[in-house]
Antibody, heavy 124, light 104 residues
């Protein structure tokens, strides 16, 4: 059974830092790209960052570029999100998700498994 | 930018429900649909605009291409109470629609 478990969330003051972790099991973690998506309280979904299976390709949303850093350790079956210079508007539940990205006649890119999320609260 | 409508709807068990998602530019068929139940993580329903994800009930279907897309639930069930999101993957940043809350 595929499982993704996030950890590392909590309460932090504006300007502070947090490091989120997401551990994967039940699948060949090193073969899959991974993504972070967040959801502010009562709001919709916002894509945050993507990392390819080999860490060769990384993307960020404009709202976090320069403050957040995504990384992974395939030996540990984990993906991370280092969040610095946190702002009030970063308050959200952060989900990690497994990417499926491939071409098979057509091009597909979707998130087929999600973790339960970890809450990050930025407040003084 | 992805615009969903309506933002919410109420329907009866057995109804056919259609949610629309409009892209601000042509995104071909590079669109996915997710279902999110209260307090839970999103769940993939449809990928590539019309492909049903494994394990998803066949009452869900997706259609459209270019700028206009639909998610249809044929025969609404009580367990379909949720918020539904479209998501484009044509260009970065990946973006989601604002969501459609479906109530029974």
């Amino acid at each position: 059974e595929v499982q993704l478990v996030e950890s590392g969330g909590g309460l932090v003051q504006p300007g502070g830092s947090l490091r989120l972790s997401c551990g994967g099991s039940g699948f060949s973690f090193s073969s899959y790209d991974m993504t972070w998506v967040r959801q502010a309280p009562g709001k919709g979904l916002e894509w945050v960052s993507y990392i390819s299976s080999t860490s060769h390709t990384i993307y960020y949303a404009d709202s976090v570029r320069g403050r957040f850093t995504i990384s992974r350790d395939n030996a540990e079956n984990s993906v991370y999100l280092q969040m610095n210079s946190l702002r009030d508007e970063d308050t959200a539940v952060y989900y990690c998700a497994r990417d499926r990205r491939y071409s098979s006649g057509d091009y597909y890119w979707y998130f087929d498994f999600w973790g339960r999320g970890t809450l990050v609260s930025v407040s003084s | 930018q992805m615009t969903q409508s309506p933002s919410s709807l109420s329907a009866s068990v057995g109804d056919r429900v259609t949610i629309t998602c409009q892209a601000s530019q042509d995104i071909s068929n590079y669109l996915n649909w997710y279902q999110q139940k209260p307090g839970k993580a999103p769940n993939l329903l449809i990928y590539g605009a019309s492909h049903l994800e494994r394990g998803v009930p066949s009452r869900f279907s997706g259609g459209g291409s270019g700028t206009d897309f639909t998610l249809t639930i044929n025969g609404l069930q009580p367990e379909d109470t949720a918020t539904y999101y479209c998501q484009q993957y044509d260009t970065l940043p990946l973006t989601f629609g604002g969501g459609t809350k479906v109530e029974i």
